[in-house]
């Protein structure tokens, strides 16, 4: 009876010496040091810029186009003028629609690609925490859950590198 009295002891003395084993990452870090996000934004950005360029163009051409319209209303009869007027400027108006839905679409995919990234990291994070024994891998950095962890508790470098790693594959 003692010998199950003190195994029991030590059984639970052992089970409440477990701690769980907890980590962070510094979402901020992982990310700006995610090479496939620095990618997917550099993508983004030229094609933000060519669009950028080409609502300048059609701007430019547009004021031309509307300037040669102005001198020549001077000859036109005013029932012209307005009739041609009204006609330039639903045409600009349609131009401008347009180039807002290419910019909305842009936005659009961009976020999707984005959400993707977020997904992927989350995903490896998950996978990290599982090989690793981790009980908890909590997010830090700008607006995360930690707001103090030791150096030896920050897993962001371990993870990056197995995003890189992944990614450069």
């Known amino acids: 009876m003692k010998k199950s009295i003190v195994l029991l002891v030590v059984v639970l003395i052992t089970a409440s010496c477990q701690q769980d084993k907890i980590g962070y990452v510094d979402n901020v870090k992982l990310m700006d040091g995610y090479q496939e996000k620095v990618d997917v934004e550099a993508k983004f950005k030229a094609r933000a810029e060519v ?25 036109m009869s005013q029932k012209s003028a307005q009739e041609e007027y009204a006609i330039l400027q639903q045409r600009g108006q349609f131009v401008g629609q347009q180039l807002q839905q290419e910019e909305q679409q842009l936005q659009k995919n961009s976020q999707t690609e984005m959400d993707s990234l977020v997904s992927k990291v989350k995903k490896e994070i998950k996978a990290y925490g599982e090989a690793n024994a981790y009980t908890y891998i909590l997010g830090g950095g700008d607006g995360g859950a930690v707001l103090y962890g030791k150096d030896a508790q920050n897993l962001t470098d371990a993870v990056l590198k197995i995003l890189n790693d992944k990614y450069k594959k």
């Open 51 to 75: 669009l950028g360029k080409k609502r300048d163009s059609i701007s430019q051409a547009f004021q031309i186009e509307l300037q040669a319209f102005q001198a020549k209303a001077q000859k």
